[in-house]
């Protein structure tokens, strides 16, 4: 039986399946190990629909990986700041009253 991945193309990013082929040749042997004849030969090929289909989901993973890996620091960081700017304001601010 020989299955050989022929062409498969993964997006980096996401690690997702963009494009699959993969063909089948698979023979039977006599008891010896001769092989006598051809059972099964096959290349399995994914259809467009279902290329593009995989295109748009790898692009959408690729989108939300970016969004936790810069997007959300950067606006936690900047949340971060501003809220102990304000509480080392207000803390300030009622030493003065007191």
Known sequence: MDRRPRGRQIEPTTG???????QRNEVLKSQDGIERSKAFVATAKMTDDTVNELVTTAREGKSQITLIKTTLPIVLAVAGIVLFVGGVLLTVRGRRTS
């Open 16 to 22: 997702a399946p963009v494009r699959q082929e993969q």
